[in-house]
């Protein structure tokens, strides 16, 4: 029972290199979430999907690009990363529940 | 626009002590309120969860959190807490479906021995 799969675990990057995370579920959830977690800042959306074919801009979406590939995937990328996105990274899915991945932790130097 | 406030930044026991940790939540429908933990370096973990019914949880590890629609408040308890209950911990809201969840800015519990 894999839950909410997200790949990489870890990642370093240079300045304005791109990368693409990677969010699969399996519970056939209609909403998928991407957010970023920095120190004292909580939970910080960047963008969401509240279904297959839609998604829409969370709190703090500058810099990031998503794809709601089908109702499973939801990727997020950095098209030229900066050190300011230097952070750790949830994916998320629900229906009443909220399920998490367990984070891409991503470095930027 | 719904929010979540966890007024407590850090929070400093001793083990053994009891612990409750605050949320506060602002929503116009019927919420429903989350507790997350997570230890350091890892992911969020489930603690409870509040729909409907019974307002007062019981949750993993022995934590329980009690709904109280007159404060807006789901606060989490723990009657005796234990060293490896140091984390970091989070409330958060949303009303299920395409809702989308919100979460508090998190509450580190520091354990004296």
């Known amino acids: 029972n894999a839950g909410v799969t997200q790949t990489p675990k870890f990642q370093v990057l240079k300045t304005g290199q791109s990368m693409t995370l990677q969010c699969a579920q399996d519970m056939n959830h209609n909403s998928m979430y991407w957010y970023r977690q920095d120190p004292g800042m909580g939970l910080r959306l960047i963008y969401y999907s509240a279904s297959e074919g839609t998604t829409d801009k969370g709190e703090v979406p500058n810099g990031y690009n998503v794809s709601r590939l089908n109702k499973r995937e939801f990727s997020l990328r950095l098209e030229s990363a900066a050190p300011s996105q230097t952070s750790v990274y949830f994916c998320?899915?629900?229906?009443?529940?909220?399920?998490f991945g367990d984070g891409t932790r991503l470095s930027i130097l | 626009a719904q929010s979540v406030t966890q007024p407590d930044i850090h929070i400093t026991v001793s083990e053994g002590a009891s612990l409750e940790l605050r949320c506060n939540y602002s929503y116009g429908a019927t919420p429903y309120l989350f507790w997350y933990v997570q230890s350091p370096g890892q992911g969020l973990q489930l603690l409870l969860k509040?729909?409907?019914?019974?307002?007062l949880v019981q949750g993993i590890k022995g934590f329980e959190a009690e709904f109280k629609r007159s404060q807006s408040s789901f606060n989490l308890r723990k009657p005796s807490v234990h060293w490896s209950d140091a984390a970091e911990y989070f409330c958060?809201?949303?009303?299920?479906?395409?809702?989308?969840?919100?979460f508090g800015r998190g509450t580190s519990l520091i354990v004296h021995p």
């Open positions: 958060a809201v949303t009303s299920g479906g395409s809702y989308i969840p919100t």
């Open positions: 998320a899915s629900s229906d009443e529940d909220i399920h």
């Open positions: 509040y729909f409907s019914g019974d307002t």
